[in-house]
Structure formats: C-alpha cells, structure tokens
C-alpha cells in the first residue's frame, strides 16, 4: 500500500510537501519541530517513524538515572509523541522502516505490533537513525542480566535486573565490559547503588579518548573510588547459574563474579537502511553528507545524528563523533535547510566530558595518535595545577595535558582529568581551537579571575604558556 496522502509521490507532487523523518530522538525530532517552525501544516507535512517507544530524550543521562541522580524516567524525555503531535507532527511510534526507494521517494515501514507493511511517499527525506551497540559475539551475551543502556527500554531493562539482584542482600556484584563513556558512567551508577564493581577493558587504560598517559590517571581515579579496572583483557564468554542468569564473565585468564554485567563497549553508525539504498558511507560506516547535512548526490535528502560522520575542523578529515549536542545541531541545520531556509554545520572539534563520581574527565581536539595518523608534528606538555587559589578553601587538583603543532604553535588539543571544577574548563580550548588560535595567542586571553574559581594563572593557560615556550624552543 503507498500511502501517497497530500504531498503525494514525486510524480504527484501537490502544492503541499510532505517530508518523513526516520528516527525519533534528537536529531530527527529537531530537524521536524525545526522545519515545522519554517512551515505551518498547510505547507508541509510532516511524517516522523519511530521503532521505539519513547521521542526527543536524553540518553545521554540514562546512567544518571540507573545511578539515582535522575529521579525517574520521564525526566529524561524532553517532548513526549503527544507533544509533537500537538505542533503538527505525525509520530508513529513502533513503526521500523524497513526499506528507503530513493528513485521512486518512498520509504517502507512496518507497524511493530501489528506487523502491517505500508509505503510512504516523500518529497523531503531526513535519515536520523543513530546507532548501534557494540554487542560482542561470544556465548552467553544474550543471558538475562546482560545489558546495554543505549534507549530509555534498556535503562528500564536494567533496573529490574537490579531489583532482580539486590534481594536485599549485600555483597552484590556488577562487571561492566567497556571503559569508555559509558563504561565509566554506569561503574559510577553501580557504585551509586552499592555494588562491588569491576571494569574489564580491553585497551591497557580507560578512555580510549585520551592518550594513554592520561588514560592512567582516570585508571587510578577509579581505583581509588574502590572500582576494580582490569585493563587488557577482553571477555571472551559470560557464564550462567543453573538458572540461567549471568553469573560471572570469562576473559583468557580469569573469571569475574557478576549479578549484573552492563555493556559499555561503544556504538556505530545504525546506516543499514542507507546502506541497502546505495547512500555514501564513509570510513566509519556513517553517512556522508555535506555542510547543509544533506546526503552527498541527493537533493532532497539530509542526515544527521550518530549515524553520519563530520569534518574535524582540526584534523581537517572526516570523524565519527556520536554525541548529543552534535545531534540537536544537526537538526537544527536540517530542519531549517527542509524547511526552506539556509542553514550549515561546519564541523567538530571533538569535545566531550565525563565523570566517575568526583573525578572529571575532558577532551577536545586531537590526541596524539590522532596528529600522527594525519601527518602533523607536534609538542606536548603536561602540568599539574588547581582548580581554584592554592590557599583557598576546596582547592582541588587536576592534570592539563596539550598538544600544540611544532613550528606554527596551532593548538591541537587538550585534555583533562581532575576534580570539582576541572572538566569545563576545556571549554577555553575547545573555542580557542574552533577560532585557529595558537598557543601563544592563548597565553593573552584575559580570562576571569577570582581565589574560589582559579589560580591567577588558569591551569589551561599555564598548558598554553609551556606548550609556547617549547615551540619557540624548538623552532629554528
């Protein structure tokens, strides 16, 4: 059945157009409520498919929520269906499209519960399908208790399997598989919830997004939180009880003890749509658009979210950034381009923070491995400093680590592992880098100043004012 409705198919196109979103979170649900802002229901018509159960939420925040922070789930959710609805959207939730026909501008999509299959015509597509987990194919992976926390279901799957395991009793155990943001934020929601926890990674040192040397610092944050990290290990199976839960996860040479085991392993692109429409992947299997976010060689269709890739602004190569605040951008860009008007997303410089209970973790730009790959020459420098004046009271200390490009001084990038107050402050590198400055520019920059919130010399400029005197050192 091609439900062709006003804005009918390419051959039946009517003075109303009609656009279809797939993906209802973030990226897609900005790019709808954007482009319904541009246009009023009687000029577009607007279809959003969703497969899951929930639109517009913060994922983000879902082990914020696991680890008691969040109160409950509906804090998460920014606009409810009824609330899309309410401005003019047609969300139908449950719905998975299944196929995208590009030469005749329709997607297929198929009710989840009824399992009815029906063709939709657009004139205007968005893909926001985001991604995927990682899931490791090893025995056991599917057991109960096994979990990813990648949607708002998962978060409530994993909180039954926590009541399931607390049973009031203590000596409870969780092993997360993974040492990435995820990892390291759900060890932080299952200390929150008195669990003994165990991280098992297979990099040497948590946050892969960080040099090593930095890495080794959240490793011993973490360890002194009392989280055990195992580092260069990877789980080959998870083992089950007699009744069938998970019981314990198996590397090469030993077993964990496990109530509970969370999958932190990272995601990809969820392009398996795009890919079977003969759309452009680029190396990280996410789509290829250009600075309106629309698909390379489509007129008429854009993507944005954690399925597509983005130009490093530093690197000056394609990246494959799944963040949410790169997301909404996007579809602030989309919606306003559908919508008639004229938008553009320029590109990432990589900045993300974390936190394991009061250690804050902070990147932005490139590490070193990453100005390597790329052909630059660099200096680096790492200095240690505090978050506010050394006598004032709650001073806290944190480690800056900056890359800057040898004989130019161009900032590469910054990282930061600290206490209270440390993780913002790669906001200062974050736009220096975005602006093309130099580390000896950065030494100028009249930041504030204050005994409770910094040193006189802020411990990124203090990077900076050492990052420069080892460029000039070095340069002929």
């Known amino acids: 059945m091609d439900i062709g409705g006003a804005g009918g198919g390419r051959g039946t196109r009517t003075a109303r157009e009609r656009l279809v979103v797939i993906g209802g979170d973030a990226a897609g649900m900005s790019a709808a409520s954007q482009a319904r802002r541009m246009r009023g229901p009687d000029e577009l018509e607007i279809v959003a498919f969703e497969r899951g159960d929930f639109t517009s939420y913060s994922a983000c925040g879902i082990p914020y929520w696991i680890g008691g922070d969040v109160p409950d789930r509906d804090a998460l959710i920014a606009r409810t269906p009824e609330e899309h609805r309410s401005r003019g959207i047609d969300v139908r939730m449950r719905t998975e499209v299944t196929e995208i026909d590009v030469a005749a501008g329709r997607v297929r999509a198929r009710d989840l519960d009824s399992g009815r299959e029906t063709w939709t015509s657009y004139d205007k597509l968005v893909i926001a399908t985001g991604a995927r987990p990682v899931c490791p194919d090893m025995p056991g992976s599917g057991a109960p208790g096994v979990h990813g926390v990648q949607t708002l279901g998962d978060g409530e799957l994993l909180l039954g399997s926590l009541a399931a395991a607390d049973g009031g009793r203590d000596g409870r155990r969780a092993v997360v598989v993974g040492a990435g943001y995820i990892g390291v934020e759900m060890a932080e929601a299952l200390i929150k919830r008195g669990y003994e926890v165990t991280v098992v990674n297979r990099g040497a040192e948590p946050m892969a997004t960080l040099d090593p040397d930095m890495g080794r610092l959240v490793r011993e944050g973490m360890e002194g939180l009392g989280i055990t990290v195992v580092g260069g290990a990877e789980v080959t199976k998870v083992l089950t009880g007699d009744d069938g839960r998970v019981r314990a996860v198996a590397t090469d040479d030993a077993e964990y003890p496990a109530d509970v085991v969370v999958l932190g392993i990272g995601v990809r692109p969820e392009t398996t749509l795009a890919r079977a429409a003969g759309l452009p992947l680029g190396a990280y299997g996410g789509l290829l658009t250009d600075r309106a976010m629309r698909v390379r060689g489509q007129e008429n269709i854009w993507a944005g979210g954690d399925c597509v890739e983005v130009l490093d602004l530093v690197s000056g190569q394609q990246r494959y950034v799944p963040l949410g605040t790169h997301a909404n951008k996007h579809g602030q860009v989309i919606g306003t381009n559908a919508g008639g008007g004229y938008a553009t997303f320029p590109g990432v410089v990589g900045t993300a923070v974390s936190k394991v209970c009061d250690l804050e973790i902070a990147r932005t730009g490139l590490r070193e491995k990453d100005a390597r790959r790329v052909g630059l020459r660099f200096e680096t420098v790492v200095v240690k400093s505090t978050s506010r004046a050394g006598y004032y ?25 600290g206490r209270e107050g440390a993780a913002k402050r790669v906001d200062v590198a974050a736009v220096a880098l975005t602006a093309g400055l130099t580390v000896e520019q950065m030494t100028a920059l009249d930041l504030g100043y204050a005994p409770p919130f910094s040193p006189v010399w802020d411990p990124v400029l203090v990077a900076a004012r050492k990052a420069a005197a080892k460029v000039r050192a070095g340069t002929p």
Not at 398 to 413: C, D, F, I, N, S
């Open 393 to 417: 009271p709650g001073a806290s200390p944190m480690t800056v680590k900056m890359l800057a490009e040898r004989r130019t001084g161009r900032l590469l990038g910054v990282q930061i592992v």
